[in-house]
T-cell receptor
Framework: AQTVTQSQPEMSVQEAETVTLSCTYDTSESDYYLFWYKQPPSRQMILVIRQEAYKQQNATENRFSVNFQKAAKSFSLKISDSQLGDAAMYFCAYRSAVTQGGSEKLVFGKGTKLTVNP | DGGITQSPKYLFRKEGQNVTLSCEQNLNHDAMYWYRQDPGQGLRLIYYSQIVNDFQKGDIAEGYSVSREKKESFPLTVTSAQKNPTAFYLC?????????????FGQGTRLTVV
């Protein structure tokens, strides 16, 4: 069974600085997708960024980028120029590539609470 | 507007009672999910469904039941067999067939046993 581990329960960063959130996962599959979701105090889950395992290039979305290391099964999220609105819980998630016989199961880590200090 | 609607937002249950949480989506998504969120535990998968009339157990299915009679609806019943049902419940849906299609989430239901 696939598992996702986020080893940092809490992180803090100064406004305008850069922070990196860690995520590792365990799988025997070769094709899959990885996601970072943000959950602000409103508790609405919002997709931050996604990565296809077959793509070597790291995904980027404005101030958000990932460092995807397939061999190490690592998928970290870097937030640049941190803003007060970035304060939230961040969840890493894994899903199999269904087209290769995987299931629809979407598995999440336990989350990292990010605090942004003014 | 398209989206996922969970109701009610807050729900109180007496011990020994079954309760049903509603999840409706008008996004024409095939896959739907139910998660339970507790402090420090992240999102734990209860049940998921890939198509109508089919669903699979997740990691913590004991004490819960679901049905998927319609594409747009995936209700979750918390039975009296669930020993610690007080939690925040999230429903999600996703369009199948694509690649890294994201899951869209509802606003959640906070269930409290009184």
């Amino acid at each position: 069974a696939q598992t996702v581990t986020q080893s940092q329960p809490e992180m803090s960063v100064q406004e305008a600085e850069t922070v990196t959130l860690s995520c590792t996962y365990d799988t025997s599959e070769s094709d899959y997708y990885l996601f970072w979701y943000k959950q602000p105090p409103s508790r609405q889950m919002i997709l931050v960024i996604r990565q296809e395992a077959y793509k070597q290039q790291n995904a980027t979305e404005n101030r958000f980028s990932v460092n995807f290391q397939k061999a190490a099964k690592s998928f970290s999220l870097k937030i640049s120029d941190s803003q007060l609105g970035d304060a939230a819980m961040y969840f890493c998630a894994y899903r199999s590539a269904v087209t290769q016989g995987g299931s629809e199961k979407l598995v999440f880590g336990k989350g990292t609470k990010l605090t942004v200090n003014p | 507007d398209g989206g996922i609607t969970q109701s009610p937002k807050y729900l109180f249950r007496k011990e020994g009672q079954n309760v049903t949480l509603s999840c409706e989506q008008n996004l024409n998504h095939d896959a739907m999910y139910w998660y339970r969120q507790d402090p420090g535990q992240g999102l734990r998968l209860i049940y998921y469904s890939q198509i109508v009339n089919d669903f699979q157990k997740g990691d913590i299915a004991e004490g819960y039941s679901v049905s998927r009679e319609k594409k747009e609806s995936f209700p979750l019943t918390v039975t009296s067999a669930q020993k610690n049902p007080t939690a925040f419940y999230l429903c999600a849906s996703r369009l199948r067939g694509g690649e890294a299609t994201e899951a869209f989430f509802g606003q959640g239901t906070r269930l409290t046993v009184v």
